[in-house]
């Protein structure tokens, strides 16, 4: 059984900066790509940020220039840092990992259970 746990959010001001981290435990043999995605009350969950094995990182055109993604593959943990933020980023952010849990096991995606950012003066 694997489980993400992710940590950081709370409120803070526009213009303002937080940092997201989301820790990986369990059985895990392998992680491939990490993300991060978010759901504001009344829309769908969106994607924003993406991280390969290789650390190849990829964002949504919305926070680009503003977040940045990056992991420690020791720790099984991926990170959201945010800078600049808006009101619109308001909303739950949740990690997702695709882990291989033993050998010649297939990936699984597995998510976490999500942390509220709430941008607002």
């Known amino acids: 059984q694997v489980q993400l746990v992710e940590s950081g959010g709370g409120l803070v001001q526009p213009g303002g900066s937080l940092r997201l981290s989301c820790a990986a435990s369990?059985?895990?043999?392998?992680?491939?790509?990490m993300g991060w995605y978010r759901q504001a009350p009344g829309k769908q969950r969106e994607w924003v940020a993406s991280?390969?094995?290789?650390?190849?990182?990829m964002y949504a055109d919305s926070v680009k220039g503003r977040f940045t993604i990056s992991r420690d593959s020791a720790k099984n943990t991926v990170y959201l840092q945010m800078n600049s933020l808006k009101p619109e980023d308001t909303a739950v952010y949740s990690c997702k990992a695709d882990v291989q849990s033993k050998p010649d096991y297939p990936f699984s995606g597995v998510w976490g259970q999500g942390t509220q950012v709430t941008v607002s003066s």
């Open positions: 369990g059985i895990i043999f392998r992680i491939n790509s």
């Open positions: 991280i390969t094995s290789g650390s190849f990182t």
